[in-house]
């Protein structure tokens, strides 16, 4: 079994910052691809960000291109994604991904985290 941990959520006013964290344990295999998704309220899950483990491979939402930044520590099996230039529409609880594969599709990701809030007032 793997675990995924989120933190670093909360409120924040448009055009601010926030750091997403999460840690990876429990029978993570090192090389797996880690994302983000993210869901707002009455909205479907949505695609954030993925990279590969040796981070050759990255992909981003076209809503979040130039804003958000998706990074790797694989030596603590840890994924952030930094923010920036924050919107109310970025309003939504991020989840952690992880699995083999890296794509898109949340359907491909079989590992996922309890998700944290995120919160963008304007």
């Known amino acids: 079994q793997v675990y995924l941990a989120e933190s670093g959520g909360g409120l924040v006013q448009a055009g601010g910052s926030l750091r997403l964290s999460c840690a990876a344990s429990?029978?993570?295999?090192?090389?797996?691809?880690m994302g983000w998704f993210r869901q707002a309220p009455g909205k479907e899950t949505e695609f954030v960000a993925a990279r590969s483990y040796k981070g050759g491979t990255t992909y981003y939402a076209h809503a979040v291109e130039g804003r958000f930044t998706i990074s790797r520590d694989n030596t603590r099996n840890m994924v952030f994604l930094q923010m920036n230039n924050l919107k109310p529409e970025d309003t939504a609880v991020y989840f952690c991904?992880?699995?083999?594969?890296?794509?898109?599709?949340?359907?491909?990701?079989?590992?996922w985290g309890q998700g944290t809030q995120v919160t963008v007032s304007s």
């Open positions: 429990g029978a993570i295999d090192a090389t797996y691809a």
């Open positions: 991904v992880a699995d083999q594969m890296l794509t898109r599709n949340s359907h491909d990701y079989m590992y």
